[in-house]
T-cell receptor, first 114, second 112 residues
Framework: AQSVAQPEDQVNVAEGNPLTVKCTYSVSGNPYLFWYVQYPNRGLQFLLKYITGDNLVKGSYGFEAEFNKSQTSFHLKKPSALVSDSALYFCAVRDGDYGQNFVFGPGTRLSVLP | EAQVTQNPRYLITVTGKKLTVTCSQNMNHEYMSWYRQDPGLGLRQIYYSMNVEVTDKGDVPEGYKVSRKEKRNFPLILESPSPNQTSLYFC???????????FGNGTRLTVT
């Protein structure tokens, strides 16, 4: 069965500092991995995805994520955080070989402090 | 503008009174899905549809029904709502398995 873990409920970072939001996953086949962001009173918005290829994926708003197969991780990163990055972040996985559906992690709330 | 539209945005109802939450997408997506979001649990899938007239259960389908008679519409039906169905609901659609999901803005349902 597919599963996703986001070990931190909350991440606090100062504006201008680098940020990392962690995600680990478990699938039987090849993982298709996604990051989404949710702002208050809005639906989730797609940030980036990894399907195959380069382990470092670049996405919207300066975010990037690194796929690490041996550690089954897909951590979201940004070199310099903005206050406007404060939001709820979700990691999601889909089993590329066996699964039809996305499984989402519980979410990590990112607070960027001015 | 490409979008997924859900209605209503907010709904307060009483136990047992049937309700429908509508979802429509204008991107000609084949895949559509419903999720509920609860604090600490992330998003859990209720039902999904791979195409017209093809629907299947997700992880938490009990108490819900769906239909997919047209490609663009995927309504969520609660025949007899109960308080444990109080939640934030999202409809989403995508082209297929490699494609990201496009989400509606959500429907906050309260069942008293």
């Amino acid at each position: 069965a597919q599963s996703v873990a986001q070990p931190e409920d909350q991440v606090n970072v100062a504006e201008g500092n680098p940020l990392t939001v962690k995600c680990t996953y478990s699938v039987s086949g090849n993982p298709y991995l996604f990051w989404y962001v949710q702002y208050p009173n809005r639906g989730l918005q797609f940030l980036l995805k990894y399907i195959t290829g380069d382990n470092l994926v670049k996405g919207s708003y300066g975010f990037e994520a690194e796929f690490n197969k041996s550690q089954t991780s897909f951590h979201l990163k940004k070199p310099s955080a903005l206050v406007s990055d404060s939001a709820l972040y979700f990691c999601a996985v889909r089993d590329g070989d066996y699964g039809q559906n996305f499984v989402f992690g519980p979410g990590t709330r990112l607070s960027v402090l001015p | 503008e490409a979008q997924v539209t859900q209605n209503p945005r907010y709904l307060i109802t009483v136990t047992g009174k049937k309700l429908t939450v509508t979802c429509s997408q204008n991107m000609n997506h084949e895949y559509m899905s419903w999720y509920r979001q609860d604090p600490g649990l992330g998003l859990r899938q209720i039902y999904y549809s791979m195409n017209v007239e093809v629907t299947d259960k997700g992880d938490v389908p009990e108490g819900y029904k769906v239909s997919r008679k047209e490609k663009r519409n995927f309504p969520l039906i609660l025949e007899s709502p109960s308080p444990n169905q109080t939640s934030l609901y999202f409809c989403a659609s995508s082209w297929g398995e490699n494609s990201p999901l496009h989400f509606g803005n959500g429907t906050r349902l309260t069942v008293t």
